[in-house]
């Protein structure tokens, strides 16, 4: 027997903060690793490491995940971005 998506879904919600929770729930099954991957790519922080200089267009640091459609917010703290122009 297996549950639903929803059913799945809304009981994971009732845990969206505990990622090592949400992260375990994800081996279970597609179902679970579904609904979890939801809620843990939900909000992404891209810290990069220290350098001198930043370089932007040095697009190798930035991981490229499979999971990038849950993606709703993303944050970089310590960056300072100017417009080009």
């Known amino acids: ?4 998506y929803d059913i799945v879904n809304r009981i ?3 845990s969206a903060d505990n990622y090592g929770f949400l992260y375990s ?3 279970v099954n597609w179902e679970f690793n579904h609904a979890a991957s939801r809620l843990l790519y939900f909000r992404v922080v891209l810290s990069p490491l220290f350098q001198p200089v930043l370089n ?5 640091s930035i991981p490229v995940s499979g ?5 709703s917010g993303k944050r970089f ?4 971005l100017h417009p080009l122009g």
């Open 77 to 80: 703290p310590g960056l300072i």
């Open 1 to 4: 027997m297996t549950l639903g």
């Open 12 to 14: 994971l919600g009732l």
């Open 25 to 27: 729930c994800s081996l």
């Open 67 to 71: 999971n990038a459609r849950y993606v």
């Open 56 to 60: 932007l267009r040095d697009t190798g």
